[in-house]
């Protein structure tokens, strides 16, 4: 049956409105639907597409260690000259992460304990774990600042008769295998566990000894997302707790993830990145630097610039992680964190820090493209896909009044003791579905809605064009009759 003019042309308004309105619907539409996928697929649970990642991360994660060599030792314990260090290293470890006691709640959280195992990795390490290293002595400095903290006369001189016995010395002379996870046997330690088994639980000192295999004792409970995508990934309690209280407030806060996630769709890349970590008992705050592109991958890149361990100078909120006082800007008190031990957390060879750290110390080179942390996060998924976390650990040494080997000593130093870079990167298959996800889906989907309003809208010109054709000639055929009737008149 052939279809009349007005037909057709009904046909093709209706078939161009049809394209051209869901095309146009598509396209407005389309974010909001794969936002709701998106969100929907990233809730941890034990059904959910990345739970086997999440609980046991494949992706090649590497700790690089580079310890400082003090090369005039004998001078700066006679206050001769400065101190005098030389980077070692690095020393590389293969770091496998896996998430053990997992126990689901109610409140739409997942408590866990984290194990990390680290593998020797000699094909990427520049010297060996048998060299020979001085070093500030831990154990020594540790135990000669609880004794000042007595504020006692008698207790200084016999921890300084003490140490003089055993032939204890402000530097020491180690295997980076002993400074690390093996540890070494030491003398103060034995002696303090036999006094106070419960503050000291090993006879041994080692920067990560009896780390390895070791879940640290914590227990971390995160947001799954399954009641609100807001606070995916981000830390709700630690060992059981919602704040540290060795800072002040609001600095006791937990907050922050755990560096494995973000909520995803991300609304400002000016908005800090929190980052919760376990080891210095805080969340620093990273701040974005600018917009980075890991194989067609975009990403915007934090990092932990001259506010993170500022002292309030920079920022004010950081006040309230001073200690009793302030340090200069660029460093964190970590003894409360630590045992009592005067450690200070830095970026590596101080970066960003006040001058009051390299002025003391002869031998660094602080190096923003060596040594600056940063996280590189995909906004949409709110994943990493390029991390380096850089630190440092300084052990304070200065005069402490009674205690002989401390008798030479002027002024404050802070003596860098290692730095360290835990870093990885995504591999080829998770690049691929990033850019499926986040570029090629939005791109194809964007593709067919155009072409879908081009085709309606050529199929409304289409009947438009019929439309005058069909009234053209109706004119010229209604022409003809009227010519017609004036011949025969």
Known sequence: MTLSPVAKTGVLVTFGALFALAGLLFYVLFPNILKWQIEKRLILSEESEMYEQWK??????????????????????????????????????????????????ENGTVSYRLVKTWYFQPDRTNGSLDDHIITVNVPMITAAVGAHKMNNTVVNTFMSEFFHHINSTVFISKTPRELLFDGYNDTILAVMKEMFPQLVPFTKFGWFYKKNESDGNFTFNIFTGEK?????????????????????????????????????????????????????????????????????????????????????????????????????????????????????????????????????????????QRHLFHIDLQPQMGVPVNVGAKMQINVIIEKIEGIMQFANITGRTYFPALWFTQSFTINEPLIKKLQMVTQDIPYYVNVASFLSICVGVVALLCAIAFSCQVLRKKKEKKGVYKAIRVVKS
């Not at 400082?68 to 980077?87: G, L, Q, R």
């Not at 070692?88 to 496998?96: A, D, I, N």
């Not at 932990?304 to 920079?314: A, V």
């Open 56 to 105: 046991e991360p494949s992706l090649p994660i590497y700790l690089e260690i580079y310890l400082f060599n003090i090369t005039n030792p004998e001078d700066v314990e006679a206050n001769i000259s400065k101190p005098i260090v030389e980077e070692v290293g690095p020393f590389s470890f293969r770091e496998k992460r896996t998430k053990e006691n997992i126990t689901w709640n």
């Open 228 to 368: 609100g995508i807001q606070n995916y990934g981000s830390v709700d309690n630690w060992n059981g707790d919602n704040n540290i209280t060795m800072w002040q407030t609001p600095c006791n806060q937990i907050d922050g993830s755990m560096g494995e996630m973000w909520p995803p769709f991300r609304k400002s890349r000016y908005e800090k990145l929190d980052l919760f970590i376990p080891d210095i008992c805080r969340t620093i705050s990273l701040n974005y630097l600018s917009d980075v592109e890991l194989e067609g991958v975009e990403a915007y890149r934090y990092i932990m610039d001259h506010t993170t361990f500022d002292n309030g100078k920079y920022d004010p909120t950081n006040r309230c992680y001073c200690i009793n006082d302030c340090l200069p800007a660029g460093g964190l008190d970590v003894s409360m964190c630590q045992k009592g031990a005067p450690i200070v957390m830095s970026a590596p060879h101080f970066l960003y820090g006040d001058v009051a750290y390299t002025q003391s110390v002869m031998g660094l080179k602080p190096d923003p």
